[in-house]
């Protein structure tokens, strides 16, 4: 089962903010919040991570609730070509080679900027 | 371009049948991961490498295996395979063992087998 929780769609007009939310209520303390991106069967591209703060990067913000349950990634100024499937994962930090069991990639939101 | 060169792009095949994916990390990178999408699927991650170490193994069937070589470059070899292994399989490479960073993709194959 995925450990995060994301609406399956969402609409965005073009131009303007979009925010996709993700809920991680069962996070733990060393899980990062990583945020990826899918174009039409290409592969994921990432887009930012944090663990506690907030995040901002060339590509877009990340918005971590206090309680760190749930955060939320804004793409300031949507254009069409953000039109994707994005993904929430958590990913705890650890030099720890089975680490990478745990991500678990649930199936995303797949947003739709519109002209 | 991301810098993960995955070959080929396109194979098709029969059941039964045996294939080899090729994938050649970001230059600089020494972890390999393998991560397989079915028709509106999630991706499952499958294996990763660490120069030239198996470290981490997900839900990779038994019929599947991997590799990875001293130049670095990693196979995904898929056998006896059924319609169900009809996926895209993806590689994604990063600097180290488990770092903070994001991983790196690349563009995927897509198999299809018949």
């Known amino acids: 089962d995925a450990k995060t929780t994301q609406p399956p769609s969402m609409d965005c007009a073009e131009g303007r903010a979009a925010n996709l939310p993700c809920n991680h209520s069962t996070i733990s303390g060393n899980e990062y919040v990583y945020w990826y991106r899918q174009i039409h069967s290409q592969g994921p591209q990432y887009i930012i991570h944090g663990l506690k703060n907030n995040e901002t990067n060339e590509m877009a913000s990340l918005i971590i609730t206090e309680d760190r349950k749930s955060s939320t990634l804004i793409l300031p100024h949507a254009t069409l070509r953000d039109t994707a499937v994005y993904y929430c994962?958590?990913?705890?930090?650890?030099?720890?080679?089975?680490?990478?069991?745990?991500?678990?990639w649930g199936l995303g939101t797949s947003l739709a900027v519109n002209p | 371009d991301s810098g993960v060169t995955q070959t080929p792009k396109h194979l098709i095949t029969a059941t039964g049948q045996r294939v080899t994916l090729r994938c050649s990390p970001r230059?600089?990178?020494?972890?390999v991961y393998w991560y397989q999408q079915s028709l509106d699927q999630g991706l499952q991650f499958l294996i990763q490498?660490?120069?030239?170490?198996?470290?981490a193994k997900g839900n990779i069937l038994e019929r599947f295996s991997a590799q990875q070589f001293p130049d670095l470059h990693s196979e995904l070899n898929l056998s006896s395979l059924e319609l169900g292994d009809s996926a895209l399989y993806f590689c994604?490479?990063?600097?180290?063992?488990?770092?903070?960073?994001?991983?790196?993709f690349g563009s995927g194959t897509r198999l299809t087998v018949v």
């Open positions: 230059s600089g990178d020494l972890s």
């Open positions: 994604a490479s990063s600097a180290a063992d488990d770092r903070e960073d994001g991983y790196t």
């Open positions: 994962i958590v990913r705890p930090y650890r030099r720890n080679a089975g680490n990478n069991r745990k991500l678990i």
């Open positions: 490498y660490y120069n030239g170490e198996e470290r």
